[in-house]
């Protein structure tokens, strides 16, 4: 059974563009589908493992916790006036953030 890595990197801008580019390469024939599908899951697993592995710094984020919900253990988070401090005192505010907050590895762990 293939292992099923978390789609929402396919969200961002660089999943997008990823998509788009080919769905032009599907449509001009010089991919198949299937090809295409197999890209996907090759960044889905990508991406996932190098951030994992590269990303070690701390932040501390302030702000308002407007909504939260647990589904399919993914939680959802969405914070109203949030403020991140980074590690070196640097600090990034937004009037509104998402996050999704998942386990750690692949979606399909742990469901035997």
């Known amino acids: 059974m293939a292992s099923a890595y ?3 990197y396919r969200g961002s801008s ?4 990823l998509t788009d580019s080919l769905d032009e390469l599907i449509t001009s024939g010089s991919i198949t589908p299937q090809l295409a599908m197999k890209v ?4 889905d697993r990508s991406l996932a493992d190098t951030l994992v592995k ?3 710094t701390k932040t501390q984020l302030k702000g308002h916790l407007h909504t939260y919900r647990l589904c399919d ?17 640097e600090t990034v505010a937004a009037s ?7 386990k750690n590895g692949e ?3 742990g469901k035997k």
């Open 73 to 89: 253990e993914v939680w959802t988070f969405i914070i109203k006036d949030a403020t991140f401090k980074m590690e070196g005192n």
């Open 40 to 43: 996907l899951l090759q960044f």
């Open 107 to 109: 979606a399909s762990e």
């Open 14 to 17: 660089i999943g997008i563009a």
């Open 6 to 8: 978390y789609e929402f």
């Open 54 to 56: 590269t990303v070690k």
């Open 96 to 102: 509104k953030v998402k996050i999704i907050a998942c």
